[in-house]
């Protein structure tokens, strides 16, 4: 209930604050191809719900009839405006009003679409056991995840490849651990990351180990390796998650 409240309270002072800059960007978006400015997707929610994610449109209209869903850097989907969207993680405001109308959290696993949640493992399964959030320790480590799949021929593959064991493993991490607490260091980690991802990463380290992390989650998190080097060695749920 304490978390709702502080969601409630931060997300509906952060939309008005942000209002003006919202406004001009979406009358951006609008005058480039005279199409809604808005993207609504359909994403599983708390219990596998599924609810209507609201995003600024940083992509070509009917983009996701392509059946691509991941996205690079590169990806000729992307609009000129898009690429600046992306680059400031201004597309995601408009999940704060996702958050106002309690579908998701500001922090908690990333909402993936219906049909990715349909291939979840058992373990994974627990990621919908909170509301899903704008960022949680996976959004600070793969805020770059467009430039990992960079000229990939099958980045939805690649994704899955490199990406989804650890973001799993980070997601069931946090679900293990939510507090306000930690909701206000990665909130904070989160606004450093677009600055300073280095530092970010570096300060997430420490977050990580004090709630008992598994070393080689912390060593992915890091990104001091290419995660090429990780592949095939993600450890198993247990003792990775032995957070006493």
């Known amino acids: 209930m304490m978390r709702r409240s502080f969601d409630v309270v931060v997300s509906a002072i952060a939309l008005l604050m942000l209002a003006p800059l919202l406004g001009v960007i979406l009358f951006l978006v609008w005058r480039q191809d005279r199409h809604s400015p808005l993207y609504i997707a359909d994403r599983a929610g708390l219990n ?3 609810f209507r ?3 600024i449109r940083s992509m070509v209209v009917n ?4 059946g691509v869903e991941s996205t690079s850097t590169n990806d000729r989907r992307i609009t000129p405006l898009g690429n600046f969207i992306r680059r400031w993680k201004i597309d995601e405001l408009s999940q704060l009003w996702n958050v106002l109308c309690g579908d998701m959290s500001l922090v908690g696993p990333r909402p993936n ?6 291939t979840y493992s058992g373990d994974e399964m627990r990621l919908l056991d909170v509301r899903p959030g704008i960022t949680d320790f996976s959004s600070i480590v793969f805020s770059d ?3 990992i799949l960079k000229d990939s021929s099958d980045p939805d593959a690649e994704y899955a490849r490199l990406i989804r064991p650890w973001k799993s493993k980070l997601g069931l991490l946090y ?8 909701n206000l260091r990665l909130i904070w980690l989160t606004l450093l990351a677009i600055l300073d991802k280095r530092r970010a990463l570096d ?4 977050l990580l180990e004090s709630y008992g992390c598994h070393p080689q989650v912390r060593e992915v998190a890091s990104r001091r390796r290419a995660l090429d080097d990780y592949v095939g060695s993600v450890p198993a749920d247990r003792p990775a998650w032995n957070v006493q």
Request: a neutral charge; proline letters at 3%; charged letters at 30%.
């Open 175 to 182: 679900v293990r651990n939510a507090s306000i607490s930690l």
């Open 203 to 206: 300060k997430l380290d420490g």
């Open 53 to 55: 994610m609201v995003k």
């Open 145 to 147: 995840e467009g430039e």
């Open 113 to 118: 679409t219906l049909k990715e949640v349909a």
């Open 48 to 50: 596998g719900q599924p």
């Open 63 to 66: 983009a996701d009839k392509s």
